[in-house]
């Protein structure tokens, strides 16, 4: 993967594996899910409201730009989460499927 961001110091912090859409990515100890995602990957997510690609607006928890989920169902903002070792997380929201009405 390519990312948005290209870090170009505080290399030498431990390393923390975690995957983001079943793509396992390095980051640093010590990065936000926000940085570590922009570091590996284009976007952060999809709009739930057209096809634009979103990667994050306020940087601080403020906006709802950076929500991402965990692989099991739970929310997150990127921006002010922490990485963690063996992180899983999806970037399309699991409960984004909308029910087929149609009889």
């Given at each position: 993967?390519?990312g948005?961001?290209i870090?170009?110091?505080?290399?030498?912090?431990a390393?923390?594996e975690?995957?983001?859409?079943?793509?396992?990515?390095?980051?640093?100890?010590?990065?936000?899910?926000?940085?570590?995602?922009?570091?590996?990957?284009?976007?952060?997510?999809?709009?739930?409201?057209g096809?634009?690609k979103?990667?994050?607006?306020?940087?601080?928890?403020?906006?709802?730009?950076?929500w991402?989920?965990t692989?099991?169902g739970?929310?997150?903002?990127?921006?002010?989460?922490?990485v963690?070792p063996?992180?899983?997380?999806?970037?399309?929201?699991p409960?984004?499927?909308?029910a087929?009405?149609?009889?």
């Amino acid at each position: 993967m390519s990312g948005r961001f290209i870090r170009v110091g505080e290399t030498a912090r431990a390393r923390v594996e975690l995957t983001i859409d079943g793509v396992t990515v390095d980051a640093l100890a010590g990065d936000t899910l926000l940085t570590a995602m922009l570091c590996s990957v284009r976007q952060v997510r999809q709009s739930e409201f057209g096809d634009e690609k979103r990667a994050g607006f306020c940087l601080m928890g403020a906006c709802q730009d950076c929500w991402v989920w965990t692989a099991d169902g739970g929310r997150l903002r990127a921006c002010t989460t922490v990485v963690e070792p063996g992180m899983r997380v999806v970037t399309t929201q699991p409960e984004a499927q909308w029910a087929n009405l149609a009889s």
